[in-house]
């Protein structure tokens, strides 16, 4: 009943050429009174009627006028009553308005803008005084932070917190859904600021101080398959220098986490060198990082001098135990990135297990090293004149120390990252040898300098215009390893190629891993590529 004595002296007011909206912070007391609407009807064009809104200056407004089919100009008036703002110029239909008060009881002018005038509703979703502009409380992702937030505010210490996470471990897994969890990484007593180096966001997350207290922690939402490698920066010199050098910076201080034991791998020589590792109880199995072979391959090196390169390498090559050069069912893996598949992901020691398993047939491996960071950049990413190198004066000599030529269908061409892209470029131009892909993470965000925009995702764009190739596929890419802003990132990027391929009807096996660009989770995908191409179940016979 309130209500609607109110909407009649609206309306009485407004028949008067001004319509005072007579209340004030009791508005907020109830949704019912958040919804008054103020009804009216304007005779023809050009008749106008003023609204004041009562709410004192700096009161945040935010409104609805509905005119239905007539048009209407919506204006807020300044302190001397003059236009000082436009709201809607000759609009019609729901027409959405927000403001902050310039005076006390501001008002707003409805103009009709058609000949047989207007007739509108006008409604206040939140009328919010300035007293009351306070932000809502800070809710947290994990109730553990949260409950530390309670009782730092009830004036308790941190200590019973840090017992918990003692006991607990770090990062904490708390559960969320049925398949994703809040992990939430954790620092104690930093002085100046903290970041995350390999954060499920695909960025170098900043940490939270918790109120004034010695918690910092930054929580993510992720799959309860999660499998990732990251370290801790702490106290990251700031200093002033352009973007890229202030977030390189990081690496000055990144090290393990000192509050998850949980470390990889077990003989760096330092916490610098070292990552902390996650792996959620659903993470998937990696297969043949289980186990120590009986029998066991054996490794060699050759250097390989390519004047038309300019340089040389070493290429390391692998011969499974027992190698026969006339099997029929010999598998050729040439690899990119030779130092870190033979350390970092301990390729031989996978395949020692796997092959003894029966899981795989007899897997030998050309390890291509990079003979420096600034030659990786160089010959990997889409450059012709290294994939015929490759093609044309390496794998003879390869070939030639495994004694046997390996047929195009049982060699393959992997790597990550950089190494994605080159093996799959380098098959598409020479798959007359490269009858396999296998690319983890590959770069398929890459385009050459000077692309144009339309074409920047390179290589999608290049194979939907090229005719199939005799080539197999198994693809992979990390869910947290999305772009950022408008610019497409290895996920996106990855899913747009799968398509593509699938649509020139090639044959590819995709997957996706809860993970980031991350030799942890390569390691597993490595061998799960292996499997899905040339596994005893799946292989080309």
């Known amino acids: 009943m309130k209500n609607a004595v109110r909407v009649r002296i609206f309306e009485f007011l407004m028949g008067m050429g001004l319509m005072t909206l007579a209340f004030s912070g009791a508005l907020h007391a109830g949704p019912d009174e958040k919804q008054l609407s103020v009804h009216g009807q304007l005779a023809s064009r050009g008749e106008a009627t003023d609204i004041a809104v009562r709410i004192g200056s700096g009161g945040y407004v935010a409104g609805l006028v509905d005119s239905d089919h007539d048009p209407v100009t919506v204006e807020l008036l300044g302190a001397d009553e003059k236009v000082m703002r436009e709201l809607a110029r000759n609009a019609s239909g729901q027409i959405r308005f927000f403001f902050v008060a310039p005076t006390d009881h501001p008002k707003v002018r409805i103009t009709a803008e058609s000949t047989s005038g207007a007739a509108f509703t006008m409604t206040f979703d939140h009328l919010v005084e300035r007293k009351d502009q306070i932000p809502p409380a800070r809710q947290y992702q994990s109730p553990t932070i949260a409950n530390a937030a309670k009782a730092i505010a009830a004036g308790a210490g941190t200590d019973a917190f840090w017992a918990l996470v003692s006991q607990q471990g770090a990062p904490l897994v708390e559960p969320r859904t049925d398949s994703n969890v809040v992990l939430t990484f954790l620092a104690r007593g930093l002085e100046r600021n903290g970041r995350i180096l390999g954060a499920p966001s695909n960025d170098h997350e900043f940490l939270e101080r918790l109120g004034d207290s010695d918690i910092w922690f930054k929580s993510f939402v992720v799959p309860d398959s999660t499998r990732l490698s990251y370290k801790i920066a702490r106290d ?75 340089n040389k390498r070493t290429i390391t090559l692998y011969r499974p135990y027992g190698f026969d050069p006339g099997n029929e069912k010999n598998v050729l893996l040439v690899l990119f990135d030779s130092r870190e598949y033979r350390e970092t992901v301990p390729t031989p020691a996978i395949l020692d297990n796997l092959i003894e398993q029966g899981v795989l047939p007899p897997v030998s491996v050309a390890f291509i090293a990079n003979p420096d960071g600034d030659a990786r950049g160089r010959e990997l990413p889409g450059n012709p004149v290294f994939a015929d190198v490759l093609a044309n004066d390496l794998m ?120 980031g660009h991350d030799y942890l989770v390569w390691r597993g995908a490595l061998a799960d590529g292996l499997i899905a191409l040339f596994g005893q179940a799946h292989g080309p016979s």
């Open 236 to 310: 990251i010199p700031e200093f002033d220098a352009d973007a890229r050098a202030r977030r390189v910076a990081i690496l000055a201080t990144a090290q393990a986490d000192p509050l998850n034991p949980n470390v990889w791998p077990d003989d760096a020589p330092d916490i610098y060198n070292q990552k902390s590792v996650i792996e959620l109880d659903h993470a998937p199995e990696q297969p043949g990082m289980a186990g120590n072979a009986s029998n066991k391959g054996t490794l060699w090196d050759f250097e390989f001098d390519s004047p038309v390169l300019g």
């Open 396 to 515: 003879p000599v390869v070939f030639e120390r495994f004694g046997t030529n390996f047929a195009s269908n049982r060699i393959v061409i992997g790597g990550s990252s950089y190494g994605g892209l080159a093996s799959m470029t380098i098959a598409m131009r020479h798959p007359e040898l490269f009858g396999n892909v296998l690319s983890m993470s590959g770069s398929f965000w890459w385009s050459p300098d000077g692309t144009p925009a339309d074409q920047n995702e390179y290589v999608s764009y290049h194979l939907a215009r090229t005719d199939k190739r005799p080539v197999r596929i198994f693809m992979m890419a990390g869910l947290f390893e999305t772009g950022r802003g408008d610019v497409a990132g290895i996920l996106e990027s990855n899913r747009h190629l799968r398509d593509v391929l699938l649509a020139k009807e090639y044959d590819v096996t995709y997957r996706e891993y809860a993970g």
